[in-house]
């Protein structure tokens, strides 16, 4: 037995050691809640499955169905176009031929789900040491919950695909079997499953274990050898017509094939050209991944050896659809960076990626478009062959530079129940993960707001409720400026521009500012928008309102969009883009109002201050003078973001914190950091003064 099997047997033997049971009650109720997750999410994914019409799951498993539902192995595996994996693939659903296509629906998905909680199982096992006690309680249930909500697994349920059972035998043969056939044995039968697997015979080979590697090539041509014999016209197709599986399925140059050879096909490329440049770009992916497989490998992280080495697979593929993609989520393993402010921007990128659709990640912009569209080829190649994870014998590999944290400071009113559990961070937040962070939530909130709709009679009965309360306070002006505004064409086409442009533009470049300019301001900000967001979102579900323009009868003029007939029954052709009733509060107001608020909290002159209240200003003009919003609208927004500002107060405390030498308040409390100074730890914050004193 090689050292590294040693280890790696030593980290799986002691895994149940340390996954005790813990006395901590608030961690074994986080257990108990993440179990229920998952079972949850089982009993969801079977339904999803299971509700859908017979011709649209399990349709990778279907090609095996005939006219009577009934499994058979007549005609040509390839026949129909949507079967995709090995003839030995094929064989291995023989018996399956008496069984009902209903009965194998429910066996065949909850089968999957049970390889998905074993691996998991094996997963979490795998962990290289040390493991705190708190992660060996929670990993499992945690595991398993990124398993099933990621887009290889829930691909392969509605699939009806075999891509999760390799995953497992490689596991299996690293981790929970002895000695040196049967590993070989696991992996050469994975590697007949998905060809790119016997990469793991490789990592094997180098890693010392020459058995092994040896019994996984044998066992893999035993196998696809077995499926010529039965199958020879299917493996002709299979191996020599298509190459390993290239061009069956999907086109290969479509978004679900996500290797090398599918994003040049993508980016344009064709011919003998770019299959030179796929197998130059293959090989040095084989040997630079491999390299750092094997170096992981010998350090102790055999779980992170075999990620990479998936990576690598899923990578120098002719053809890698998403179902076969899991290899990548195993790279969460690995651990990145030194300060623990960095530590989970790999973690939070890998299942970010793992879990939500591209056009969820990055926006639909032209120059972008190549990375959105590869992204879990970009995050495959990252693991493989760029990512610096740390070494165990790294000092930081358990203990990570701490993140600076303020003292905190006591409420400016003593009655405020200011909650102890969030603690100011000091540094700014990491970029990339910002970015993608700020992004995906947007998108949430873009489809919640879509997805809040009502009927049009419930939208114009609150318009008119609306409408009837400004008239009881006399303060129904949106018609006068409406119709004042549409006489002067110069202040109509500023209104237009003004309502179109500055709503994104203002409040990104107002972060932007804060995070390079005030890092622990910028996260205070930051969950200040984020929780009047919230909040409007809660208006839009609950209060449906038709703005102005969309009222019937009362001759208000939609300068933006032009003139809308209200009488087609066509009405509504905009609720595609965004949700035309989505009014009540106004986040044009309300973002505005934010913008203004902070600037006129941080500037440091007094014109900027100004200014900066020009903008709310400018723009509750513009909401109602393009009759996109009634003035109370407005109101609304403002509220929410009152409240926005409340939350964050009785979460984090006061926004100013005492300053370094107890001089007074000063901003954040700290010097300025520069561009590189985000993890410098600063001067020693004296502690809070006796409640009910001025921060």
Request: glycine share 10%; proline share 7%; net charge positive.
């Amino acid at each position: 037995m090689t050292d590294v099997e040693r280890s790696v047997r030593g980290n799986t033997a002691d895994g149940g050691a340390r996954a005790i049971r813990t006395e901590d009650p608030r961690v074994a109720a986080a257990r108990a809640v993440l179990w229920l997750l998952v079972g949850v999410l089982a009993i969801r994914q079977v339904a999803v499955v299971l509700r859908r019409p017979p011709g649209e799951r399990l349709t990778d498993l279907e090609t095996w169905t005939g006219a009577t539902g009934v499994l058979h192995l007549t005609g040509s595996l390839y026949e129909p176009g949507r079967f995709t994996g090995s003839p030995f693939a094929g064989l291995v659903l023989k018996p399956l031929t008496v069984s009902a296509e209903q009965a194998l629906g429910v066996v065949w998905t909850f089968g999957s789900l049970l390889l998905v909680v074993l691996l998991g199982f094996v997963a979490v096992r795998a962990l290289p040491a040390p493991v705190s006690r708190r992660t060996a309680f929670l990993a499992a249930p945690v595991a398993i919950t990124l398993l099933m909500v990621s887009l290889p697994v829930r691909n392969t349920l509605q699939l009806g695909q075999t891509s999760i059972l390799p995953v497992l035998l490689v596991l299996l043969a690293c981790f929970a079997v002895r000695g040196e056939r049967l590993p070989g044995v696991l992996t050469g039968v994975a590697a007949a499953l998905q060809p790119a697997v016997l990469l793991f015979a490789a990592l094997f080979w180098l890693t010392g274990r020459r058995r092994a590697a040896v019994s996984g090539g044998a066992t893999f041509a035993v196998c696809t050898a077995l499926a010529w014999a039965l199958m020879p016209q299917d493996s002709w197709v299979y191996w020599v017509h298509h190459l390993a599986g290239a061009g069956l399925g999907e086109r290969p140059d479509s978004l679900d094939n996500q290797s090398l050879h599918g994003a040049l096909l993508r980016l344009g490329l064709q011919g003998p050209f770019e299959i030179v440049l796929f197998l130059a770009l293959a090989a040095a992916v084989v040997v630079l991944g491999l390299r750092r497989a094997v170096r992981y490998a010998h350090d102790g992280q055999l779980l992170l050896a075999v990620a990479i080495t998936g990576c690598v697979a899923v990578a120098v593929s002719p053809t890698a659809w998403q179902h076969q993609l899991l290899w990548v989520l195993l790279a969460v393993v690995g651990r990145v960076g030194v300060h623990g402010s960095d530590r989970l921007v790999w973690p939070a990128v890998v299942v970010l990626v793992l879990t939500l659709p591209g056009k969820m990640l990055l926006p639909n912009v032209g120059v972008i478009l190549p990375l959105r569209d590869n992204a879990l080829l970009v995050a495959a190649l990252a693991a493989a062959c760029a990512v610096p994870f740390l070494s165990r014998a790294s000092p930081h590999w358990r203990r990570p530079v701490p993140t600076d944290h303020a003292e905190p400071v006591p409420a400016r009113v003593a009655w405020v129940p200011l909650l102890p559990f969030w603690r100011r961070v000091l540094s700014r937040p990491n970029l990339l993960l910002e970015l993608l962070l700020i992004r995906v939530v947007y998108s949430a909130y873009a489809k919640v707001r879509l997805a809040a709709t009502a009927g049009r009679a419930d939208a114009e009965e609150h318009g008119r409720q609306i409408h009837s309360a400004e008239q009881w306070l006399h303060i129904d002006i949106e018609h006068w400026v409406n119709h004042t505004v549409v006489g002067i064409p110069w202040l109509r086409g500023f209104f237009d521009y003004y309502y179109s442009t500055f709503h994104f533009i203002v409040p990104l470049a107002v972060l932007g500012v804060l995070y390079v300019r005030r890092p622990s301001d910028y996260r205070w900000a930051r969950s200040t928008l984020g929780f009047a967001t919230l909040l409007a979102l809660l208006g839009f579900w609950l209060y449906p309102l038709a703005p102005p323009r969309l009222m019937p009868g009362l001759g208000f003029i939609d300068t933006v969009n032009g003139v809308q007939d209200l009488d087609s029954p066509d009405f509504g052709a905009l609720t595609a883009v965004t949700n035309q009733y989505a009014a009540m509060p106004s986040l044009h107001f309300g973002w505005s109002l934010w913008c203004g608020l902070v600037i006129l909290l941080l500037a440091p002159r007094t014109w900027m201050k100004v200014l900066g209240m020009l903008h709310p200003l400018f723009t509750v003009s513009a909401i109602v003078a393009t009759g996109n919003h009634w003035v109370l609208d407005a109101v609304g927004g403002g509220a929410v973001v009152a409240a926005g500002f409340g939350l964050t107060y009785v979460l984090a405390g006061p926004r100013r914190l005492r300053a370094a030498g107890g001089t007074g308040d000063r901003g954040a409390g700290l010097p300025r950091p520069g561009p590189g100074d985000s993890a410098q730890r600063p001067a020693a914050v004296p502690a809070p003064a006796p409640a009910g004193s001025k921060a």
